[in-house]
Structure formats: structure tokens, C-alpha cells
């Protein structure tokens, strides 16, 4: 049995740096799984498809045809293209979260997350990787934290990576995301019923990350 740890949460609760650190120090493998779904919107984006229901059979396929590779320095190709940068943006992820709202493309989606368990083990960072992907992990994390704190975090790792950001239009599109990732009827985002829960407002990402450490040595 390969162990996953899964450390699921809103988008800028620091899943991404908590879930990467813990990897590290465990030498686990790490799944971004919101990655999988910028992917997804970029590809049909290029392609022409508006990201709409009528749509999602035609994205599923899509998604399903390209070759996607993660290498150990955490970049992202796709058909040889790194997109490391361009699946980054705010425009992406709002597109992250049109095409995640789609049953055939999260199904299309599962085989590839499930590929990712190796020994010795993997951290699995996304929304529903202890509700859904993998059900079994014997250590789940929901990490939480204010809308506030989160547009501040995303602000600082946009700015850090050269990306426009606007504290204002950062809010607007967190509480927008956070709302269509709650409502919608494909796997919502919510805490599995054995996660233990984590508030990453006002600690340091190093208290969570060794939180989390804890609670796997426990
Ligand atoms: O975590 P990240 O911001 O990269 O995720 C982008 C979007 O992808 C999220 O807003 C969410 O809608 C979607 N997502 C998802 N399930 C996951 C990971 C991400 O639906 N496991």
C-alpha cells in the first residue's frame, strides 16, 4: 500500500507551500492536482472551445488526448511545451474552475491522479483528493484560511512571479471561485469526514507544515 497524504482547501489557503514542503521532507512524490485542471482550461482555450456544459464531452476528449508530463523540478509540459507560467495566471484559474466543474472532465482527470501514487509515498494537493481521488489516505488535511489572508497570498505569489495582480479584483475572484468550487454538484469542495482540519490564517507556513508532520508521525 503506497501511503497518500492528502491536503485538500480553498484556492490561497496554502495548500500549494504546505503540501510541496511536506513532499520535500518526506522525499514523497507530489500531485498538483489544480495544475490537471488549468491544463484542461488552457488547452480548450487554445482550441477554440468556450468553456461551457455543452462543451464538456468535447474538453474531456481533448484533455484525455495530450501528452502531459511533471517533471521533479515541478514544471509542466504538455505535448513537450512547458506551461509552467501560462497555467498560472488569475485568467487560468478561473478557467481551472469552469472546465473542474464538468463531470467528464473530472472523470477523464482520474486515471491520471491515480498514476501519480509511487513509493515511498505522495502528497496530494487539490479539492477533492480525500472525498474523492483517493477515499483511502490514512491522513487528511483541510487547510482554511480568511478570504483576506488568501487574496493577500495569491497577491505576493503572482508579484513574486512577474504576473499582474490587483488586490481588489483578487477578492472578487476568490469569493467567485470559492462559490462555484462549493456549489457545483461535481465532487464540491468540502472537508472529507475524517480530515482534520487546519487554520493557516495567521501561522507561518512552517507551523503548518510541521502540523502536518506531526500528525503523520502520530
Ligand atoms: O488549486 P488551484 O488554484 O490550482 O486550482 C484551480 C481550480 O481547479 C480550482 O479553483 C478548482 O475549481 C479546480 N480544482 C478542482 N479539483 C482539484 C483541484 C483543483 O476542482 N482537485
Known sequence: QIPVICIDGPSGSGKGTVAAQVAERLGYRLLDSGALYRITGLVATRAGMALEATNAERIAALI???????TSDQRVLVNGEDVSLAIRTEEAGMNASKVSAFPAVRSALVGVQ?????????????RDMGT??????????????SVQCRAERRYKQLISKGLPANMQALFADLEARDARDMHRAAAPLKPAEDALQL???????????QQVMDWWAA
Open 64 to 70: 484525455a488526448a495530450q501528452q502531459l508530463e511533471f
Open 114 to 126: 491515480h498514476a501519480f501514487r509511487a513509493l515511498p509515498g505522495l502528497v496530494a494537493d487539490g
Open 132 to 145: 474523492v481521488i483517493f477515499p483511502h489516505a490514512p491522513l487528511k488535511v483541510y487547510l482554511t484560511a
Open 199 to 209: 487554520d493557516n490564517s495567521t501561522g507561518t507556513a512552517e507551523e503548518a507544515v
